[in-house]
């Protein structure tokens, strides 16, 4: 393993704790005018997140209406809409291809919103852990310098088997070992290149996550420009708020805090809870 991931590692609660934990589970309050271009503006404030790290599952609750849930089934290539009686909704299989002919300003419908959504959280909240996984490359770049900081560099290579933004990602930590960026192309919203920052690291029952994430389109050289622009006229970054928890095989509750997630054009952050490893909440597709 590259010496840097093994430290990064360390930094963010260490590779025993992290086997101890089966299920994320975090309120969201999604926002930016991202969402809005999508079709969904303000549609996402209010969101129950479920994650199963090891069978990649991400349940969102309510999607689109308050009795309803979404299911992105990353094992299965699949995202489902179900009732709150568990009655199928509205099911895609294999979604990526969905997204083909679209530009930046496209529309999307809710399925399509919701899977990219689900893929995106998983891998957010389950880095650097993720990058461990079999068939990822990592090895150390260049350092960068950013705003009077240093910051060291870890190129990761995805392989298919993980669904990710895209193959190839940078991921940038600070001295302390921490996340501070992360740099990747969005293959389902026409090759966007973004600059994703985090920030406000907390420790959550032993592991670390950051409490804010900010997301920015990127220029070749990587700096970044700022907000998305919106078709007729830039819009301001707008924010979101939320609750994290966890479940892990000591039946430990994180205590009250967030954990940041996604946006272009955007903030928001996610507080998650880990909750045992023989929890009964499951999500089936």
Not at 6 to 16: N, P
Not at 150 to 167: I, K, S
Request: charged share 20%.
């Amino acid at each position: 393993m590259d010496p840097l991931l093994e430290s990064v590692l360390e930094a963010h609660g260490g590779r025993q704790r992290w086997a101890e934990i089966s299920t994320l589970t975090a309120r969201l309050a999604v926002g930016g005018p991202f969402w809005g271009i999508r079709g969904f503006p303000d549609a996402f404030l209010d969101e129950t997140l479920t994650i199963a790290i090891a069978t990649r599952n991400a349940a969102l609750t309510p999607w689109t209406a308050p009795d309803h849930t979404l299911v992105a089934d990353l094992t299965h290539d699949r995202v489902t809409l179900r009732g709150a009686d568990g009655s199928l909704v509205e099911k895609r299989d294999t979604p990526r291809p969905s997204y083909a002919g679209y530009d930046l300003y496209s529309p999307w419908d809710r399925l399509q919103v919701g899977y990219f959504l689900g893929y995106a959280m998983w891998n957010y909240l389950t880095t650097p852990h993720l990058l461990t996984h079999p068939g990822m490359v990592s090895r150390e770049i260049q350092p960068w310098d950013e705003n009077g900081q240093h910051w060291r560099r870890l190129q990761v290579t995805f392989p298919a088997t993980v669904p990710t933004h895209t193959a190839e990602q940078v991921f940038y930590f600070d001295a302390d070992g921490l996340l501070r960026r992360l740099d990747y192309t969005v293959d389902v919203n026409a090759n966007a290149t973004v600059a994703h920052y985090t920030d406000g690291h907390r420790t959550f029952e032993g592991l670390v996550f950051p409490t804010r994430r900010r997301v920015y389109p990127r220029r070749p050289d990587r700096t970044r420009i700022g907000p998305f622009p919106a078709r007729t006229a830039a819009p301001s970054p707008s924010t979101s708020t939320t609750s994290p928890s966890s479940e892990s095989a000591s039946d430990g509750r994180l205590p009250a805090g967030a954990i940041a997630t996604i946006g272009p054009a955007g903030e928001h952050k996610v507080p998650a809870e880990v909750r045992p490893r023989d929890g009964k909440r499951t999500w089936t597709t």
